[in-house]
């Protein structure tokens, strides 16, 4: 099985900082991963280095059974046109939200839409509020960000990404910035998602969260998988010592 997603060999570098050593990874159609890690493991990185905000250093990114870019001598080589394309494909949610504050919860929902699908107005925000009445904003439509709880403009965030109707999603730990009374909501939200089938990969130090979410769970440590398996066997029964550690430590 090929995968939606597949990572050979993936490697990162920042200078002489090797960030991602070398990263095999292949997910199928609807798995929901979970990525832990101790801070600066590698985790945003490889997140990042799947919708191409960087270009790996090396290995390559398989998306739907296309390799992205095209090989050339000395590594790979990747046209900005395909990139922006990949993206549209491939939806990320941000610990900070990012939303534009411009903007109504409607318009930053139906902007991707209109300006980068080219959908027209009428049909853009009609789906819009198909997309914010899944994360329980119906009533927000006309609401600027500054106007909505953190939790609010995260789950309009989420909407945001669902509304370029993507292959898959990536959460880079989506209610680290949150208060903890608004991080339920969040976690709600996203369960909901993934009862949908969808395929996401979220980074997470939410241990019960992830334990409920995943059906894999990986553990990266210094920029190598370090463990994975299924939410039971990494979490309740972890193999390797490091694993155990963080487990410790988050739970
Ligand atoms: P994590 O998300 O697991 O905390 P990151 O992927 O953010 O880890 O970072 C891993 C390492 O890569 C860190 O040492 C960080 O300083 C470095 N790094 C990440 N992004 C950049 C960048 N754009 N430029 C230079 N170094 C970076
Ligand atoms: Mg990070």
Partial sequence: MSGILRLDGLRKSFGSNEVLRGIDLTVQQGERIAILG??????STLLRCINFMEVPSAGTVTVAGTPVGEEAR???????????????RIGMIF?????FPHMTALQNVAEGPLSVLGVG????EARARQHLAKVGLAEKAEA???RLSGGQQQRVA???????????????EPTSALDPELVGEVLETILGLSREGRTMLLVTHELGFAFHFATRVIFLHEGMIHEEGTPEQVLKHPRQDRTRAFIGRHS
């Fill in 121 to 124: 107005r009428a049909e853009a």
């Fill in 144 to 146: 600027y960000p500054a």
């Fill in 95 to 99: 610990q900070q939200f990012n939303l």
């Fill in 158 to 172: 989420i909407a945001r990404a669902l509304a370029m109707e993507p292959e898959m999603l990536l959460f880079d």
């Fill in 74 to 88: 000395g590594g790979r080589c990747y046209r900005p046109a395909e990139l922006a394309r990949l993206r549209t």
């Fill in 38 to 43: 101790a801070s600066g493991s590698g985790k």
